[in-house]
T-cell receptor, first 113, second 111 residues
Framework: DTAVSQTPKYLVTQMGNDKSIKCEQN?????MYWYKQDSKKFLKIMFS???????INETVPNRFSPKSPDKAHLNLHINSLELGDSAVYFC????????????FGPGTRLTVT | EDQVTQSPEALRLQEGESSSLNCSYT??????LFWYRQDPGKGPEFLFT???AGEEKEKERLKATLTKKESFLHITAPKPEDSATYLC????????????FGSGTQLTVLP
C-alpha cells in the first residue's frame, strides 16, 4: 500500500495554463506539505497545512494555492504557469506529536514549455 | 534563518570503504534533525531522527550522530545498493513543522 501518493507523475504544459497536482496520504496523519525541488536538487517548503492552520512560505507566488478537501488530501493548484515553475513537486505528511518525521510522495515532474 | 550545509557534494567509494557525510546546521531551537535517502526519480525516504546532542541511531550499515552544530552519517562497509543522495534536514521549534533541507550528498559506491 502506498503511504503518500501523487498524481500525475509527469505533467507537461504550456506557459499561461492552469494545472493541479493531487496528493493523498493513507497514514492517518494530520499535517500535509508541499515541497519544490529545483534543478539543483534543493528541496524547499512551499506550504504546510492541517485542519487548523495554513502556513505559506512567503517566497511562494500567490499563483500557487493548496486546496484540502479533507484530512487525507492536499492538492496544489497553479495558475498562469511560468517557465520557472518547472521543477519536481513533492507532497509529504506527518503526525503532530509523533516524532515529526515527514513521509514523502514519489513526486510530480512539472515541465512548462 | 535556519540553514543546513552538507558536505561533500559528491562522494565516490569502493565497496567496503567506510566514510562519513557531514551536515552542519544553524537553527533557532532545534526540534529534530532528520536524515533521508533519495534515489533518482523518487521521493525522499526517511532514515533517522535525532533530537539532542550526543544521540546516535543505527540502521544496517548506517549510523547517524548529532552534536550541537553538526550531524554525521557514517557508512560502514558500503555496498553498491547504498548509492543514493543523502539529505539532511532540520526542524525548528514553533508551529510550522516544516523542514529545512541541505542540498544533499550524492554517494556512489563502486563494486
Amino acid at each position: 500500500d502506498t503511504a503518500v501518493s501523487q498524481t500525475p507523475k509527469y505533467l507537461v504544459t504550456q506557459m499561461g495554463n492552469d494545472k493541479s497536482i493531487k496528493c493523498e496520504q493513507n497514514l492517518g496523519h494530520d499535517t500535509m506539505y508541499w515541497y519544490k525541488q529545483d534543478s539543483k536538487k534543493f528541496l524547499k517548503i512551499m506550504f504546510s497545512y492541517n485542519n487548523k492552520e495554513l502556513i505559506i512560505n512567503e517566497t511562494v507566488p500567490n499563483r500557487f494555492s493548496p486546496k484540502s478537501p479533507d484530512k487525507a488530501h492536499l492538492n496544489l493548484h497553479i495558475n498562469s504557469l511560468e517557465l520557472g515553475d518547472s521543477a519536481v513537486y513533492f507532497c509529504a505528511s506527518s503526525q503532530v506529536g509523533h516524532s515529526y518525521e515527514q513521509y514523502f510522495g514519489p513526486g510530480t515532474r512539472l515541465t512548462v514549455t | 534563518e535556519d540553514q543546513v550545509t552538507q558536505s561533500p557534494e559528491a562522494l565516490r567509494l569502493q565497496e567496503g570503504e567506510s566514510s562519513s557525510l557531514n551536515c552542519s546546521y544553524t537553527v533557532s531551537g532545534l526540534r529534530g534533525l532528520f536524515w533521508y535517502r533519495q534515489d533518482p526519480g523518487k521521493g525522499p525516504e526517511f532514515l533517522f531522527t535525532l533530537y539532542s546532542a550526543g544521540e546516535e541511531k543505527e540502521k544496517e550499515r548506517l549510523k547517524a550522530t548529532l552534536t550541537k552544530k553538526e550531524s554525521f552519517l557514517h557508512i560502514t562497509a558500503p555496498k553498491p545498493e547504498d548509492s543514493a543522495t543523502y539529505l539532511c534536514a532540520v526542524q525548528a521549534g514553533g508551529s510550522a513543522r516544516q523542514l529545512t533541507f541541505g542540498s544533499g550528498t550524492q554517494l556512489t559506491v563502486l563494486p
